[in-house]
T-cell receptor
Framework: ETGVTQTPRHLVMGMTNKKSLKCEQH?????MYWYKQSAKKPLELMFV???????ENNSVPSRFSPECPNSSHLFLHLHTLQPEDSALYLC????????????????FGPGTRLLVL | AQTVTQSQPEMSVQEAETVTLSCTYD???????LFWYKQPPSRQMILVIR??????QNATENRFSVNFQKAAKSFSLKISDSQLGDAAMYFC?????????????FGKGTSLLVTP
């Protein structure tokens, strides 16, 4: 369970705050992902990075800003969030984006539970 | 977009018994992967089992096995000899193999309760 780590595990912030979520993977993977998990809804993909380059951005509001400085680290910068943004934010990584199931299988971190007041 | 449906919001099984969790999906693609993930309360999402659509043989991992029916677009998970540690949310997920997108498309999950 230590392959993908996320900090902080819990975060409470006001709507005017700026905060960042951090994800680190120790698996030597090249692709990283941000997902949002809300109650009673399926997981929603937010962003995908491959070798530090963003390859997918699923119509996510600009108040969420990802950053991938290297293939082991992924950040999600948050600013002026809304209460409906409260959710569990999951980071995942995979060996690659293509090349078969072994390359494309995603491994998840424990998540950051975010509450926006 | 591919949709994944888990029709059982909650299931219950007695320890040592067998339980089957249902999953159906909708796709027009012929090549894809299917996954079952397990998310224990307040803990990490863990990969349970993976199936490639081009393989006819059902995947198995110890006490976990799947019944993959490609024509019916059905992918159920069977847990044999259930243990207390199997209690968790179970998510079925679909991933295209065609590079049309990198997302795992998840169902809403089935909460599995294991009773002593």
């Amino acid at each position: 369970e230590t392959g993908v780590t996320q900090t902080p595990r819990h975060l409470v912030m006001g709507m005017t705050n700026k905060k960042s979520l951090k994800c680190e993977q120790h698996l030597g993977h090249n692709a990283m992902y941000w997902y949002k998990q809300s109650a009673k809804k399926p997981l929603e993909l937010m962003f995908v990075y491959s070798l530090e380059e963003r390859v997918e951005n699923n119509s996510v509001p600009s108040r969420f800003s990802p950053e991938c400085p290297n293939s082991s680290h992924l950040f999600l910068h948050l600013h002026t969030l809304q209460p409906e943004d409260s959710a569990l934010y999951l980071c995942a990584s995979s060996p690659g984006l293509a090349g078969g199931p072994a390359q494309e299988t995603q491994y998840f971190g424990p998540g950051t539970r975010l509450l926006v007041l | 977009a591919q949709t994944v449906t888990q029709s059982q919001p909650e299931m219950s099984v007695q320890e040592a018994e067998t339980v089957t969790l249902s999953c159906t999906y909708d796709t027009s693609e012929s090549d894809y992967y299917l996954f079952w993930y397990k998310q224990p309360p307040s803990r990490q999402m863990i990969l349970v089992i993976r199936q490639e659509a081009y393989k006819q043989q059902n995947a198995t991992e110890n006490r976990f096995s799947v019944n993959f029916q490609k024509a019916a677009k059905s992918f159920s998970l069977k847990i044999s000899d259930s243990q207390l540690g199997d209690a968790a949310m179970y998510f079925c997920a679909y991933r295209s193999a065609s590079n049309s997108g990198y997302a795992l498309n998840f169902g809403k999950g089935t909460s599995l309760l294991v009773t002593p």
